[in-house]
């Protein structure tokens, strides 16, 4: 110990005198260099949907709640510097536009009543609330009563990217919560415009009169200028690069001009996103190229910077502004409620189209900063308008609010959902199917069969091509597999072409089978696969072969395996076992329209064999759509009657499994056995397996509200697990 201060204590005591030693870390934070603002910035958009998605916690939640970790309020590792003011109004223009621009337009036609039934009620009912809580529990006066109330009156659509990722964009419920949510929004601004005209003594009609005249000349502008600009530029310019800028152009032209005005910026970006709707094509590369950019940066920029904003400690400190959170968060909110199933009883909608209008109609964040900034600006007496407590308290009931929108919203989505699966729905497959597909061809024994079997399945009103595929190993062989393979879909070529029919082809080079047919599937945006099952036992003695069960399990769309023993004309009846609650899947019209027109094409009988209640949505659909098909319908209550099938099929029956994928609603595990009794019973049976749709109706596409990559396995699991092995031991 000598030895050690001997050598080292003049060191030691020289470090610490130069503050060396044991760094003051204090000085480097906040972080104000741009540079590392930005880094750690990305650093919570990759990590916060990461972590979120252990804890079950919505996404957007993620954001705010990080924004407060780092900011000033938090353990202030960032400094609220420029960018976030930029970014974060860029994604709260992002917001509107793109609520706008996947807006149904018939549908806000034909909805235009209720919507603006809808808009005056979740602007009445909450404005009325608040401004009377205000006054009479808070003891506010008339005009910081009726800021409150014209704050609590608008809401940003902060929840809307869930409806997105379920789908649901185009559902009355969520076309009557976007349209009431700006009608709401209009009516707050013009509030927010009165108060501060009043406060300047500019109240009088000559005020409104000029005030309409420019709102109406604004608008008569944007739909005059904007459909022409936009014609001319997307005709004239097949840039992606400079489409995208001009886009954004007009984005940002018509916020500047709504706040020329006298209205938010916000209002003209939703007005932008409403004209641009029918130019820019909801699958279209500009559509994804918006989203992506809006999605990646601009949005979590904002969410990240409203968090920033919200001071949580204050609510421990006691005072007027926990009695202000709870009367904006609770009357506030319970006007959204009132407002939102009011209407859905109104409007004769269910339950579950009640809670999204809601869910999405509850958040307070864009307007509610915009309207409580520009009370901080009015000077009354002594003070201002809006003061720090109830600048605080509206922080954190946007806290409180987006947390109630999330979760509410994405609820009602699931329950959408399902009852849209409960509810069977004529969704025009006859004529509105989006088929496409996609046939894997490698041996020319039965290729022909494959493709003949996609003709007779395939809906010929939409007069729609087939997509032939060959994909060979990259290994030695791959030359000469390349040829075999091009003159195998040559061949396929003219058969399908007796048939009048169109078929494009490839031969693909793949380390993996697989991959190679998934990729495959997603470039030619197919809509199915058929394949031949597997029956060269000297490549593989499994069942599923060497690629089949990683080609079902990697890809959530419908597969068709087929065994075709003798030629489809030559089929006299086709048996389908179908799994109970198959109707709850999603292809579930699907594969049953498919089997529909090939028993049509065929002229013979079809036999279905499931429980009652499944029957009974067979029959409706088979008499409403193919009348002409002769099909029976048959008891199966349980799937290990399966094996029984096997006693009534003949040699000239087709078989057709339906199945389903692990994990999904119609799976069982009596499914585990499938390739063991089919191999045992039905041998030399001509047979199909079918794997129908099952993978809802979730964008595909990266989203700050909901990621492509979603963790197995939860942080309640993993602790669960821990503690259960920890007390074993």
């Not at 000598?2 to 503050?19: C, K, M, V």
């Not at 349209?179 to 927010?192: D, V």
């Not at 009596?670 to 993978?695: K, N």
Request: hydrophobic share 50%.
């Amino acid at each position: 110990m000598r030895i050690f201060d001997i050598f080292f204590a003049p060191l030691h005591s020289e470090l610490q005198n130069e503050d060396i030693f044991m760094p003051n870390l204090s000085q480097y934070f906040p972080i104000a260099d741009p540079t590392l603002i930005f880094f750690v910035v990305l650093l919570i958009i990759l990590s916060a949907p990461i972590i979120m998605g252990k804890l079950r916690i919505p996404h957007i939640i993620g954001m705010v709640l990080a924004g407060v970790l780092v900011g000033q309020y938090g353990l202030n590792i960032l400094k609220r510097d420029e960018s976030f003011e930029l970014f974060g109004k860029v994604g709260l223009y992002y917001i509107m536009f793109l609520a706008s621009l996947e807006m149904d337009m018939d549908g806000l036609r034909k909805n235009a009543k209720r919507i603006s039934i809808f808009g005056l009620l979740t602007f009445a009912i909450p404005f009325g609330a608040m401004f009377l809580t205000a006054i009479t529990l808070l003891g506010y006066s008339t005009k910081t009563s009726f800021l409150m109330g014209a704050l609590m009156a608008s809401n940003t659509l902060i929840a809307y990217p869930i409806v997105g990722r379920y789908g649901l964009q185009r559902k009355p419920s969520v076309t009557l919560s976007v349209g009431g949510s700006m009608l709401s929004l209009l009516l707050a601004l013009i509030c927010l415009a009165a108060l501060v005209a009043a406060h300047d003594g500019n109240s009088g009609w000559l005020f409104w009169l000029w005030f309409l005249l420019k709102f109406v000349l604004f608008c008569a502008f944007l739909f005059f200028i904007i459909p022409r600009l936009a014609r001319w530029f997307l005709r004239r310019y097949s840039d992606a690069v400079m489409q995208f800028i001009f886009v954004m152009s007009l984005l940002f032209m018509s916020a500047a001009l709504s706040e020329a005005v006298g209205l938010e910026g916000i209002v003209g970006a939703f007005l932008s996103g409403l004209i641009l709707n029918r130019y820019i094509p909801h699958v279209s590369p500009l559509m994804n190229r918006i989203e992506f950019i809006g999605n990646a940066l601009f949005i979590p920029y904002f969410l990240i910077g409203v968090g920033m904003l919200i001071n949580v400690r204050l609510l421990f400190e006691g005072g007027a502004i926990i009695w202000i959170v709870l009367a904006m968060v609770f009357f506030g909110t319970f006007g959204k409620a009132a407002a939102a199933y009011i209407a859905c009883l109104f409007f004769r909608m269910p339950v579950s189209s009640g809670h999204m209008m809601f869910g999405l109609t509850s958040a307070h964040a864009a307007g509610a900063i915009a309207m409580v900034m520009v009370g901080m600006n009015i000077h009354v007496g002594n003070g201002y308008l809006v003061s720090d407590d109830i600048l605080n308290g509206v922080i954190i009931m946007i806290l409180f609010t987006c947390i109630i929108s999330t979760l509410v919203t994405e609820a009602a989505a699931q329950q959408i959902t399902i009852r849209d699966k409960d509810m069977p729905r004529d969704d025009g497959n006859a004529d509105g199917d989006d088929e496409k597909m996609l046939i894997p061809v490698k041996y020319p024994e039965y290729a022909n069969r494959l493709i003949n079997l996609a003709i007779l399945t395939r809906n010929a009103k939409l007069n729609r091509g087939l997509v032939a595929l060959n994909v060979v190993y990259d290994d030695a062989n791959m030359r000469r597999n390349q040829e075999n393979g091009q003159q195998l879909l040559e061949k396929v070529t003219q058969y399908a072409a007796g048939s009048d029919v169109r078929v494009q082809t490839q031969v693909r080079i793949a380390a993996n089978i697989a991959n190679g047919i998934k990729h495959a599937f997603k470039e030619f945006r197919a809509s199915e696969i058929i394949i031949g099952m597997h029956q060269h036992k000297e490549v593989s003695p499994k069942f599923w072969g060497e690629f089949h069960q990683s080609l079902f399990n990697g890809l959530n769309r419908q597969i068709i395996m087929a065994r075709l023993k003798q030629p489809l004309n030559t089929v006299r009846r086709i048996q389908v076992a179908v799994p109970s609650r198959a109707q709850f899947e999603p292809g579930f019209y699907r594969w049953l329209e498919r089997l529909s027109r090939l028993a049509e094409n065929l002229e013979c009988r079809i036999i279905f064999h499931g429980r009652d209640d499944t029957l009974a949505l067979l029959r409706e659909y088979v008499q409403n759509r193919h009348q002409s098909v002769r099909a029976e319908y048959l008891s199966m209550t349980h799937w290990n009657e399966l094996p029984q099938l096997a006693g009534t099929i003949a040699e000239d029956h087709l078989f057709v499994v339906v199945t389903a994928r692990k994990g999904t609603v119609s799976y069982k595990t009596a499914m585990e056995r499938l390739p063991e009794e089919l191999t045992r019973y039905f041998s030399g049976t001509s047979m199909m397996i079918i794997f129908p749709d099952q993978f809802g109706d979730a964008m595909d596409e990266m989203t700050f509200a909901q990621p492509q990559h979603t963790e197995e396995q939860s942080a309640y699991d993993i602790v669960r697990g821990w503690l259960k092995r920890t007390i074993k031991l």
